[in-house]
Each structure stands twice: as C-alpha cells, then as structure tokens.
C-alpha cells in the first residue's frame, strides 16, 4: 500500500484494557488488537485503587510487540476513563496508586462539600458537569478532609490519561477532554476554575498544561525506548477521556444525531457547539463535557452494562457454566417482558457486595416481583436499561437545536442485538450499532489529524463510515407495550423518591 502510516493506540476501561496497532493508507483503516488485559481494582486498607503501575507495564508491553516486529509508529495516544488522578510528587516520582472512582470514600463527599463549602447550583453553574459524588472535584474534597498523605505532597495532579503519558515522556500536560471530568473546568474559559481549585485548597499551578485533543505532547524518554527498542517516538494528546475518543468516530452522516456510548457506562447525549448550562439542565443535572475541535459533548451519565458484567462475575464465581454473551441475552428474552423494572442509576447500585442480591432488594422494596433466575435478571437489566435511554433520548430532544432523526449506538455493547432493538422500540428511533471500537478509533483519527493525514472531525467520521459495517434496527410495532411500561418506570422511580 502507498504511504502506509501506523498509529499505536492504548485503550482503557474501567474493567479492562488494550494496546492496538492502527495502519492508514489510501483513505483505508484497519486495526489489529496486540494485547488485551484485565484492570482490576485493588482493595486494600479500606480503599480501592487502580494499578497505575500495572497499566503502565502493559503499555510498555504493547510497545515492546511493535518494535519486535520491526515497524515504525507516527505517535502514540492513550485514553482512559474519567475524574481519576494521579498525585506526583517533588522529585517527580508517583506518590501513590490512584483512588478509584468507587472507593466509598466518595459516599458522602459530594453533600458534605455542598454543606460547608459551595452550593449545588454555585458548582453547576461555573461547570455545567452532571453532580456525582465521585467527580475528581468531591474526591479531592474527601482526600483533603481525611489528611491523605499523597495529595498533601503532591507537586502535581494528573488525570489517569496524563499520568501515563507524563511515565512515557516525563512531560506533565493537562489534555481538555479528561479535565473537563473533573468538575473543576469552565467550559467558557476552557480553563480550571480557580475558585473550584481553591476550594479544595490548590492552585492552577497543582496541573500540568492545558492541551487540546491532537496536540503533541512529547517523545518517548530514553528510559522508554531503551525498555521498548523504539526510537522517540511522539505522544499525541488525543481525546484522553474514552468518549471523548468514541464520540469523535461516531460515524454520522450530519449533525441530526443522537449517540450512545455503550459500555460499563451508557453515555447518552448529542454534540453541540457550546454548554448548555440553564435550569434545565441542572434540573436534569446533564453534563457538558469537552471534545475535539473545540465541540461539547451534552450528555447524560447512565449506569450502563456495570449492572450485567457484576451479575455475570457473581455467577461465574458461583461455578456457571455457560456464561457467555450469547447464551445469556438469549435466555433473557425468553424470560417475562417488563416483569421487574428498576432504576439503573439508583445508588443501591454503584458497588453493592452483590449486584444480584442489590436488584432483588430494589424489587422487593417497591413492591415487585423479584427476580430469581439469570435470565429474570438479566432481562430485568435490559428493559431497564432501555426505558432509561427512552427517558434520557426524550431529554435530549428538548435540548438540540435540531431534530434527532437516529441515535448511534457505540462501544462493546451495540454488539447486544436485542438491547439494540429494545432501545429502538423503546425510543421510537431508528438505531445504526457500531461500530464497537469506537474509542480505539477515535484516539487514532486524532493521531492521523496531528500528522496531518485528516483534516477534521467530518472527514473523520466520512473515512471511518466507510471502514465499518453498522447494523439499522428499526422500532418494531410494539409501542403501547413499551408506552405502558415506561408509565410503570417512572412510576417506580417516583416511588424511590
């Protein structure tokens, strides 16, 4: 092929993690998955952390892979998941494994920061970012009022994205998309709120350099490339936050679409040119995150496949057999529609010892038939989940300037064909799924853009529509079944009031 490029991309999720080998040539994308592992959390002295340390091998390992077989990669790019951070200390060196985002030391951090410090709508009203208690902003918050020992020394604090890159290049950068996480980002200034980071006692300075998605960031260290066998090879900032990356390869024909991201999260919202920050939106407490080429991603968080994957976990543990994708979403569809319904995003849910025992307790509360077997669960979890897309899509029409004609159904989970249909009934909507890498694509496209291969975000989405096969679901004529439960969804949810 004529002018062949490769890109190396390192994706992670809050469960588990990849290294991929990208090639672009003549206006063709095609990638290859080098190494897939597993990203655990780490309980230990009665917190949860991530292995930074662990995810940083694995990147080095994926590096190792490309040097092994002689090529030569344009830049590298890293995105990762969420609000989490790393503190650095004054010699440079990690002071500590992060925090994960559902240590319980959160639990009560939000409320407590907005009785003694600033207001709900003080804090919505700087950030335009959907309030929840484990936001980096009410993390350092928790950190801070429990003395923790690392960010009392830290010289500097990187977002999970930024901390990696700093290990590869030793420079510290701050890259927009995972900022605006935090809770602690003006999307007016595109800036840190001075008067949020001093509220949990920091200053700017505390932050590496404010970065837009496909800027350069650095080359590999000496140390790296001894390790790798690599040469210096450039670091590209691309959209560090995982949906950063996933929205800019959705593959839209125009602007007249909704997306969801679908994976441990469902993220669920339309591209627009600015926040939106208005009663409403607080009201509904939408998020406004950043992404690429200066766009804001009006989304709304909801407690995706989290539910599923911890069920799924809990019987292989308990010695299941079949457990695979397949046997496990068919067998819910044979189960009773509708039978159990409940709120994904309730707090019973965020890290209950048992997932399975938390929705039984949640039927049983409000007054339900309680779910039993697999596939009860399982299919308690999906209509769920569906009514909660139809609620959020509903939303999301109020707020877009332009009609929504299809909503894009990305990441691991557009491969769940009967949750794709559900969602199209449940939403009335037609739904195109996929494709599922669309993380992975998305931090390649902004590694081609920083070469110069691309020219922006459209023809992005052009080149990627052309690489990838999508799957239309069309909503079914069972309306009045899905009307009548969606009365009984939000009647559940008015009860759990």
């Not at 077989?69 to 500590?96: K, N, P, Q, Y």
Request: contains cysteine; aromatic residues 10%; negative net charge.
């Amino acid at each position: 092929m004529n002018n062949l490029k490769y890109f190396f991309a390192v994706d992670l999720g809050a469960t588990s993690g990849r290294t991929i080998l990208a090639t672009l040539a003549d206006g063709q994308l095609q990638m290859e998955e080098l190494t897939r592992f597993d990203n655990p959390l780490i309980e230990t002295g009665g917190h949860f952390y991530w292995d930074i340390f662990g995810l940083y091998r694995e990147t080095i390992g994926g590096l190792k892979a490309v040097a092994r077989r002689g090529i030569t990669i344009e830049s590298i790019g890293i995105d990762t998941w969420g609000v989490d951070f790393v503190c650095i200390g004054s010699d440079g060196a990690l002071l500590r494994n992060p925090l994960a985002y559902r240590d319980p030391h959160t639990f009560e951090a939000m409320s407590d920061y907005f009785s003694s410090v600033l207001s709900r709508e003080q804090v919505y009203q700087i950030t335009g970012i959907q309030l929840m208690n484990f936001n980096s902003l009410f993390q350092l918050h928790a950190m801070r009022r429990e003395g923790n020992a690392a960010l009392a020394n830290a010289e500097k604090i990187l977002f999970m994205p930024d901390a990696l890159s700093y290990m590869l290049t030793g420079e510290a950068v701050c890259e927009y998309t995972i900022a605006s996480t935090s809770q602690m980002l003006d999307p007016r200034t595109h800036e840190l709120s001075p008067e949020l980071l001093a509220s949990v006692g920091l200053e700017r300075g505390k932050f590496g350099r404010m970065v837009m998605p496909g800027t350069r960031i650095g080359t590999l260290s000496e140390e790296v490339q001894r390790m790798t066998g690599l040469g210096a090879v450039p670091v590209v900032a691309v959209a560090g936050h995982d949906t950063g990356s996933a929205v800019a390869a959705v593959p839209a024909s125009d602007e007249h679409f909704a997306y969801l991201s679908s994976g441990t999260w469902s993220l669920m919202g339309i591209e627009a040119k600015d926040a939106v920050i208005n009663d409403r939106s607080y009201e509904l407490n939408f998020t406004n995150e950043g992404g690429v080429e200066g766009t804001t991603r009006f989304l709304k968080n909801i407690c995706g496949m989290w539910l599923y994957e911890r069920c799924r976990k809990e019987w292989k543990e308990q010695g299941g057999q079949d457990l695979s994708h397949s046997v496990l979403q068919a067998e819910a569809m044979k189960a009773e529609g509708f039978r159990s319904i409940i709120n994904p995003d309730d707090a019973l849910f965020a890290n209950p010892p048992s997932m399975v025992e938390a929705i039984q307790q949640y039927c049983r509360t409000t007054g339900q038939p309680v779910p039993e077997t697999r596939a009860q669960l399982c299919r308690c979890i999906f209509d769920s989940l569906a009514l909660r897309y139809r609620q959020v899509f509903q939303w999301l029409k109020e707020f877009s300037p332009v009609s929504l004609d299809v909503l894009h159904i990305i990441g691991g989970g557009s491969l769940n064909r009967y949750l794709n249909q559900m969602t199209a009934d449940a939403c009335q909507v037609r739904v195109l799924a996929g494709p599922q890498e669309c993380t992975a694509l998305g931090n390649v496209m902004m590694q081609a853009k920083a070469t110069g291969l691309v020219s922006d975000i459209w023809k992005m989405r052009r080149l990627i529509a052309s690489a990838v096969e999508m799957q239309t679901y069309e909503p079914a004529a069972n309306k009045a079944a899905w009307d009548a439960a969606y009365e009984r969804y939000l009647g559940i949810l008015e009860m759990k009031k």
